[in-house]
């Protein structure tokens, strides 16, 4: 048939026969286009990759960020925390013309950075309390803490989901078993085993085949024959369960009852033994150079968290009829990814210091209608979690979670389940699947009118006595003014911004505090604060 496009752009012709699944991108430009390439050093692989995309569509990238910019985004995405005054006085005043991959450097050293990417994956994991299937907060909190040890130690990624796809033993003595726990049901098992690892959506196929990818149903109930030889049973400890290898049972297909032998999505058929654990030889295929989907699934999802939109996206819907807006760029990470074998802490630093990480939100006339290539930044809102513990950090208050101490933060909340109103106001992930669209990042009104009439910024204002201790310090309006700037914005206020604020403020030492707190009040209620930008 024929396929009419629009007047400039990317889209994706698919065609479909029987079983067979094929797709082909094209690029429309305007005639007569005026335009001529850009020229400008770049950082690394990344910016020759995303700057030759651009070429193609005649796009023009924006122009580099702020200092002061690149300190804010870049401290909020690799630590999950805002800059502090001293860390963007000390960035501002150094001249050094490295000193933006120095504190890349930095910020990759914090534990903050491991901690922000525990809470991700154990997301993608469901680490939580499971009343249904029996999953104990000890339990939980053994499995979380599990995770937290291999990624702190920097364990490769791949060898830490061998391990997981493997595990046998106790839920308690091998918290890596929770796994099999916290997800009973072996088809369930297996599809997630596909979203997490492969960024593979499954379930359509489980009935029919699927009618946007090339997966059929033997390819659903052959690669979920992995999995139907695992066994539970209870340990002298009641609360406790045995993960193990029960040698038998078979998976079935739908249509006919044959009995599927495992095979691996999109490969062959391997060689097993009778007995042998069906899992360990998934998990040395699936993390693995043999296995292409893997590395590009999970730099897919590292590349997304530093831009706000996966290469494919969502990242965890991978298909024939979604693909990567940038294959090649997709596919060099992933070749990258596997070099560094599976350092992720690695790919991060090639993300970060890279030229099209810190490019700004400004746009001009090429890109402005731009989403998908990575021409400009994009403003994101913060993550439920990283915008409760910024409100936190510069108020000076401290928040109680269960099973942690006083002042700890909610990117360190072990249990999906233990949570509090503002976080679900703000969309954190319940924990329920593995969708990544648990987490939810759209503003909604109900937010600000929690920031505007909550406790969450006017009583810490007033708890925290972060205005009443500068003022007993004796710092001048002015300087007062800089702090909380810097503090909420990761910037100084502008001349007119500074001279509207001075000229409200009352002079009376009795009405100067409420003022300022005030101030303080609409910062954190402003767009510019709870955006990453």
């Known amino acids: 048939g024929k396929v009419t496009a ?21 690029i429309v430009i305007p005639e007569n286009l005026d335009y001529q390439r850009p020229e400008f050093p770049p950082k690394n692989y990344i910016d020759e990759l995303v700057a030759e995309k651009m070429h193609k569509l005649r796009i023009l990238p924006s122009d580099l960020c702020t200092d002061e910019e690149f300190l804010r985004r870049a401290t909020i995405d690799i630590t999950g ?10 960035f501002i005043e150094n001249k050094s013309p490295d000193k933006r991959d120095k504190t890349i450097d930095s910020l990759l050293n914090r ?20 009343a249904n299937n029996q999953v104990s907060y000890k339990a939980t909190l053994l499995y979380y803490n599990w995770l937290q040890e291999r990624i702190a130690n920097n364990v490769p ?9 493997s595990s046998t033993g106790g839920t308690f003595s091998n918290p890596s078993t929770n796994y099999y726990q916290i997800e009973r049901d072996t088809l369930k098992v297996s599809e997630n085993v596909a979203q997490v690892f492969m960024g593979m959506r499954l379930q359509c196929a489980q009935c029919h085949n699927h009618p946007f990818d090339r997966w059929t149903m033997d390819d659903y109930y052959s690669f979920a024959a992995f999995f139907s030889q695992v066994g539970r049973k209870r340990a002298q400890d009641p609360r406790e369960v045995i993960v193990y290898n029960s040698s038998n049972g078979d998976m079935k297909h739908p249509v006919g009852g044959k009995v599927m032998e495992p095979v691996f999505l999109g490969a062959a058929k391997p060689e097993i033994k009778p007995g042998q654990d069906r899992r360990e030889i998934l998990g040395e295929w699936m993390a693995s150079p043999d296995n292409p989907f893997f590395s590009r699934n999970l730099a897919n999802i590292v590349w997304s968290h530093f831009f706000g939109i996966g290469i494919i996206d969502p990242v965890d819907d991978v298909r024939i009829s979604n693909p990567a807006s940038n294959p090649e760029l997709l596919n060099s990470l992933a070749d990258r990814f596997t070099q560094y074998n599976y350092d992720f802490k690695r790919l991060v630093r090639d993300i970060c210091t890279s030229r099209t990480y810190q490019l700004s939100t400004k746009v001009n006339t090429s890109n402005e209608g731009d989403t998908k290539n990575f021409s400009h930044a994009l403003s994101r809102r913060m993550r439920a979690e990283v915008l409760l513990d910024s ?25 999906g389940n233990v949570s509090n109103y503002f976080l679900r106001t703000f969309g954190r ?10 987490v939810k990042m759209e503003p909604n009104l109900g937010q600000a009118l929690h920031l505007i009439n909550g406790d969450a910024t006017g009583n810490r204002i007033v708890s925290g006595k972060v205005v009443a201790n500068m003022i007993s310090e004796g710092k001048t309006t002015e300087q007062i003014i800089d702090s909380l700037y810097i503090r909420a914005f990761g910037r100084k206020p502008t001349k007119t911004e500074k001279s509207q ?8 030492p009795k009405k100067l505090k409420q003022d300022l707190e005030d101030v303080f009040w609409a910062l954190l209620n402003a767009k510019e604060f709870m955006f990453n930008h």
């Open 157 to 165: 990624f791949n060898k830490i989901v061998q391990e997981l796809l």
């Open 6 to 26: 629009g007047n400039r752009g990317e889209a994706f012709v698919m065609a479909r026969f029987a079983t067979f699944t094929v797709g082909s991108q094209v």
């Open 501 to 508: 604020l001075l000229a409200q403020i009352d002079t009376d």
């Open 81 to 90: 925390t805002l800059p502090t005054e001293d860390e963007f006085r000390a």
């Open 111 to 130: 534990k903050e950075f491991t901690e922000v990417w525990v809470m991700k994956f154990a997301e993608l994991l469901q680490i939580s309390t499971n």
């Open 429 to 438: 992930a319940e924990r329920k699947t593995v969708c990544s669209c648990e």
């Open 391 to 415: 409100i936190s950090q510069i108020t000076e208050t401290k928040n109680k979670f269960r099973g942690l101490p006083v002042g700890a933060r909610a990117v360190q909340i072990a249990d």
